[in-house]
């Protein structure tokens, strides 16, 4: 009995390398996940290029208005007279990209304050989170209306106003899904060997909460969009006279019994879009639980 | 006494939040780097209108004396007068209160039951069909804009495929709110469906953990019959969160009210903002921005005393 | 058997719901009336599993597929839905592992122990339910006036909630009783007197235990009958002596070597690898992979359990054969050098944890090349003066040296060099390495704070590796491809790849299971002797110390209680307080020598 130490036969055996799955990896497994991806590519292929194959300008008028079928259309002309495929082919892309930009904005500062709350638990996240906290008691929508009211629709406002209201829910999210990740152990192994705060918030905090964090990216990105075209509707599009799905919908609704595909063309690119990032954020959210309830079962 | 404490602390930070907020709306509405009265007045405006608009609305005042003016007059329920028209604001608002506040009660009153008893259902039948189901569908409204839902809804219910219902609502000035339920009908179906999927899932969330917790195992183990086990154990445990959904729902319809209101043309305070940000009114829009938030803190305050009250663990800390 | 059967298992099979993976098979097991069996088994062996199927319970995505329960001569699995629950509760109870979560937190205590009468028609009025309540909260030792029993859960203390447990279990007068580790997390004193009531009250009123634990030593001292259960199995089973004294399977016989005990001076041995899961289960036997006697035929089949002798079953072809185990190595022999300085010195510390002082005036040496093992039960300040010689806890006042060198509070103000000289080994190896990094990486990565080139670290890795018995083809996995012992051992390789002065090793087998800790504690003697460590050693289990440390720091309430060479506190101690905890520590020789 001298071999009590050896190690076992199965650790003899290698096993293959094999970096443990992404969240997106075992997220695209989901159906739900794939149709919110297809969604997701037509309707940002839409946004960004149809532009392009629009076969009238987006300002050009065409024929009689609110009229469904009109010589050289495929779906009719709208209030103005203009071609409805044409403008909804151009409504996209301003909606997208402030959406983009808003979220993207809104996920650095919101990532950074909630690791940085997180570590430095204590007064500086007391501050920091009952500050997001007020901020919350705000409806967006409602900010995003004060704050125009005397600027206007510009595009610069309506990012930054999205931006700053996203903030503090990403920051709420990325601060409850680092606290756990702060109390284990290998952070305060990393502490032991003196590691500066950024490395530690940087490459042992934040891969660590990427799971949680795509989730959220996906599910603001979802709202950020809906935000925008809502404001659009409103009457706050950036361009005056420019086509957004969120203002054709407004601009068309009276006629909406005669001429229907202003309203209804629209609606359905924005409720396609925004179901296909809601798709993928819920695809990301099963999948990142799934993950962790097997870390938990170890 | 505890709780007596504990309640004045949630007001005092419901108090500070207000504060907070009024100087959020006011530095937005009037202090950018822009000038109301040009706003307002457009750019051929002369100088003599644009000063003469400055003294009358006070604009001419350093800013620390326009916001305590605005302050004071919110405090003593006299917020001003509307850009508009000259006349006081509560004069051309207050039925409009009224309205908006019948369609979030009623809406409340709709979703509030229907979010508990779906997010309970589904955590019971967790991934069964109807769990799955919902699960589907709920996503699919939740992610939705309620403009682009109350569209379609239009398109099902009011125009091309079953006229049944008004596309919009009447309710003439001095009338309340009730007078026309029918054209009711589509803005609370729109409000409903745009926050109960939402807050379903938010209870059945709670719900699953509560469900799945060791002492629900334990009332089993002790044989004692499902219903005790979830009437006795389960439920004392899931009512602290529901609290928190209704705030959340109440929370999401001061918000979405305001779209719903315009889509429908429902004479509220969502249409009233809709068009005072449009003439650039600030007087109306700082006042609105005010009363939803003032709703908000409220509600939040309500259920956070509600946690505190049924929760033991919470309850007990205070003595 | 004995006559009077209470509990009587056959057969049992358990699956993973829909896969046709056993969890647990041919499971048989008999309790008779007034005795106590003890379920021993390392975790996810299916013994929790066995005890709530005595209640008729599955869990979630787990069903049990054959065999038969009967209690008192009535089956149990093929009753209703109604009939089981009449009986669970009343004919058959549990108590629970974890009090703090079973009991409801928004329901009196009172109203818990009552709804257990009410449902099971105790008694003709409610006066007469009151009046039992009063008597079991009497028999568990509780206060039973109106007050405590209007208390919440979270009003109560750990010992006095599995106290409460109790006596819902005991309430309707039980024939069986199934205990689940239900002294987990208490500490030694409160364990010692909960098993003290669990054993008069199952003597007292005749009810046949069925006690599920990891523990060894509680075992030999509560249980009559002892069953081994290992991969879903039952390996060997028999009276409690004659499983400790005469065990003939080779899993018991690593068991009892591996389980450290307070009487005993013999140096554990441990033994590596882990049990095949459900699902990954070979034909044969489940301990041949690790078995050191292992022949063609227990890869074949698995063995049937025969007997050994009257009352004792074992499960395998090579049953009694094999030596007797002995130690790999030779043990500690320690340069005591008494000329050099202290490797760590710490004078009069005093440490608050958020303002509140936890840790009073402490001062004790670690000298050059040897282990000092500080032992203290939860709520101590032992983790809080080891994080703070660490630098990771900040709120401290005194004197720490390291080397004859007063360290900065926080490990960011002292110099590189410092802190590579203290290194620390944390609690749970499942949280303490970075998931997406590989072993290579994060055993490299103090070398790279060092200022070493990628290649020179990723070098002394590898060979950091095969010196904590590890080849350096782990250096490419990721944590989550390795057991809980390997993951350790990772994080000691990574803890001595710098070469420190010091190395804190802060209950660093606590979450292993005995076999796997044994292991640990092994390769942290080897490394002891080889490489002249001075380590401080921090545990709350008196008994692993003994094969481990040369001296012993006891504190409690943060002060230094007795502090001395480890055979003196351990055997002489000169404190009631050191006095009382050895004395409540439950031992394995102690309880096989009372019988």
Known sequence: MSTVDTPPPTAATPQPVRKPDGVFKVALRMWRTRIGVVLLVILVGIALFGPYFAPYGEQEFVGQPNTRHVEGTLLGTDYFGQDVLSRALHGGRSILLLAVASTALALVFGVAIGLVAAYNRGRLDDVLMRSMDISLAFPQLLLALVALTTIGPEPWLIVAIVAITTTPRIARITRGAAVPVVERDFVGAAEALGESRTRILWSELLPNVSGPLLVEANLRLTYSIGLIASLGFLGFATRVNAADWGLMVNENRIALSVQPWGTVLPAIAIALLTVGTGLIADGLSRASAGIDRAKGDQ | MGILKLVLRRLALGVLTLFVVSLAVFLLSQALPSDPARAVLGREATEENVAAFRAQYGLDQPMIKQYTTWIKGLLSGEPGVSYSNGEPIMDFLGDRIKNSLFLMFMGSLISIPLSLLIGSYAALRRDKTFDNANSVSSLILAAMPEFVLGAFLVVLFATNVWNIFPATIRIRPGEPPWSDMKGMILPLLTLTLAVTPYVSRVVRASMIEVLESDYVEMGRLKGLPERTVLWRHAMPNAIGPTFQVMALNVAYMAGGVVVVESLFNFPGIGLAMRDAVRDVNIPVVQFLAMFISFIYVITNLAADIGTILVTPRLRTRLS | MSEHVTLDIRDLRIEVDGTGNDIVDEVTLQVPRGQVLGLVGESGSGKTTVGLAVLGHARKGVAISSGSIEINGRALLSRSAKDLRAMRGSLVTYVPQDPSMSLNPALRIGTQILEVLEHHGFGSSQQERRERVEQVMTEVALPNDRDFLRRYPHQLSGGQQQRVGLAMAFACRPAVIVLDEPTTGL??????????????????????????????????????????????????????????????????????????????????????????????????????????????????????????????????????????????????????????????????????????????????DVPRGQCVALVGESGSGKTTLTRSVGGLHREWNGEILLDGVALARSSRDRPTAQRLSIQY???????????????????????????????????????????????????????????????????????????????????????????????????????????????????????????????????????????????????????????????????IAAALAAD
């Not at chain 3, 013999?266 to 990954?280: C, D, F, M, T, Y």
């Not at chain 3, 076999?515 to 460590?533: C, F, H, I």
Request: glycine share 6%.
């Open chain 3, 187 to 364: 500490d030694v004193s409160t364990q010692s007197h909960v098993l003290a009531t669990v054993r008069d009250l199952c003597h007292q009123h005749g009810v046949a235990a069925l006690y599920v634990t990891h523990d060894l030593a509680v075992v030999a001292n509560l249980a009559d009958r002892v069953a081994v259960m290992y991969a879903g199995r039952i390996v060997e089973q028999g009276p409690t002596k004659a499983i400790f004294d005469n065990a003939q399977h080779p899993y018991t016989r690593h068991l009892t070597a591996a389980a450290p005990d307070i009487n005993s001076d013999e140096p554990v041995i441990g033994l590596r690898g882990r049990a095949p899961a459900p699902g990954k289960r070979p034909a044969g036997c489940a301990f041949a992979l690790r078995c050191e006697l292992v022949t063609d035929e227990c890869r074949e089949q698995f063995p049937v359990e025969r007997p050994v002798l009257r009352d004792h079953l074992v499960r395998c072809f090579q049953a009694g054969r094999g030596e007797r185990l002995t130690p790999a190595q030779t043990p500690v022999s320690v340069r005591r050098d008494s000329e050099s300085a202290p490797a760590l010195q710490i004078r009069h510390v005093d440490a608050a944890y958020t303002g509140h002082q936890v840790v009073h005036d402490v001062t004790f």
């Open chain 3, 425 to 587: 080994v944390f609690q749970n190896p499942y949280s303490s390495l970075h998931p997406r990094r590989t072993v290579g990486e994060s055993v490299s990565r103090p070398l790279r704070v060092a200022g070493a080139s990628a290649r020179e670290a990723s070098h002394a890795a590898a060979e950091m590796l095969e010196r904590v018995s590890l080849t350096a083809a782990y250096a490419s996995r990721y944590p989550d491809q390795l057991s809980g012992g390997e993951r350790q051992r990772v994080a000691i390789a990574r803890a001595l790849v710098c070469k420190p002065s010091v190395l804190v090793c802060d209950e660093v087998t606590s979450a292993l299971d005995v076999l796997v800790q044994a292991a640990v504690v092994e390769l942290l003697v080897g490394l002891q002797r080889d490489l002249g460590l001075s380590m401080l050693f921090v545990t709350h289990n008196l008994p692993l110390v003994r094969s481990l440390a040369q001296q012993v720091v006891v504190l409690a309430d943060g002060k230094v209680v007795e502090a001395g060479p480890t055979e003196q506190v351990l055997t002489r101690p000169e404190q009631e307080y050191t006095q009382r905890l050895l004395a409540d520590t439950p031992s």
